[in-house]
């Protein structure tokens, strides 16, 4: 079935340091989310995206919807330690429904 | 504000027990998601509901059942339990209209089976 692969699959960095993660597909998609699950918690949304080019910003967070619409991308500028978690991409799919599917998910540890 | 409640927050049971997962959506949310994420793995749709109907299917065991009920709550009920049911389970709401926006997820069901 649809996949929405993520990458890094990982990533170590060191506090202050940029981030950028992306989100590919072989589908088409009309909304894209990006999500962040701490340990033990459920995932927390935090930008979702609705038209291909566009860029959207949460604090030190910023996310864009590509042009192609198969693809998406996360940065997180100047790192702290409480970003740490798992970040997964989602996106309704088969479009039209109202379910999500999730990416494979990039994990991010910040060393201090 | 409310959010989105799960009960238990952690369950153990053994092979083929049975187990009922409850949620909680945010009020006035009429259709809710559930979600299985085992170790390291992405969340798994596997069931939703909208005004008590079931709405959409996922990747949902037949030894599995849920339900919406007239409050809205949910419940997901599973039975003849494996070891490898042992994940994460995620309940999410929204109204029904607004899921552009994004589910609002709960912190989960932990299920144990040994």
């Known amino acids: 079935g649809q996949q929405l692969n993520q990458s890094p699959q990982s990533m170590f960095i060191q506090e202050g340091e940029d981030v950028s993660m992306n989100c590919t597909s072989s589908?088409?998609?009309?909304?894209w989310l990006w999500y962040k699950q701490e340990p033990g918690e459920g995932p927390v949304l935090l930008i979702a995206?609705?038209?291909?080019?566009e860029l959207t910003s949460n604090g030190r967070l910023t996310a864009q919807f590509g042009i192609t619409r198969k693809d998406s991308f996360l940065n997180i500028s100047a790192s702290i330690p409480s970003d740490v978690g798992i970040y997964f991409c989602?996106?309704?799919?088969?479009?039209?429904?109202?379910?999500?599917?999730f990416g494979t998910g990039t994990r991010l540890k910040v060393l201090a | 504000a409310a959010g989105v409640i799960q009960s238990p927050r952690h369950l153990i049971k053994e092979k083929r027990e049975t187990a009922t997962l409850k949620c909680y959506p945010i009020?006035?949310?009429?259709?809710v998601y559930w979600y299985q994420q085992g170790p390291g793995q992405d969340p798994q749709f596997l069931i939703s509901?909208?005004?008590?109907?079931?709405?959409d299917k996922g990747s949902i065991p037949d030894r599995f059942s849920a339900q919406q009920f007239s409050d809205y709550h949910s419940e997901l009920n599973m039975s003849s339990l494996e070891l490898g049911d042992s994940a994460l389970y995620f309940c999410?709401?929204?109204?029904?209209?607004?899921?552009?926006?994004?589910?609002?997820f709960g912190s989960g069901t932990r299920l144990t089976v040994v």
């Open positions: 999410a709401s929204s109204l029904r209209g607004d899921q552009d926006y994004g589910y609002t």
């Open positions: 589908s088409i998609f009309n909304t």
């Open positions: 989602a996106g309704h799919h088969p479009p039209g429904t109202y379910k999500y599917i």
């Open positions: 009020p006035r949310h009429d259709t």
């Open positions: 995206l609705y038209k291909a080019g």
């Open positions: 509901f909208y005004e008590k109907m079931q709405s």
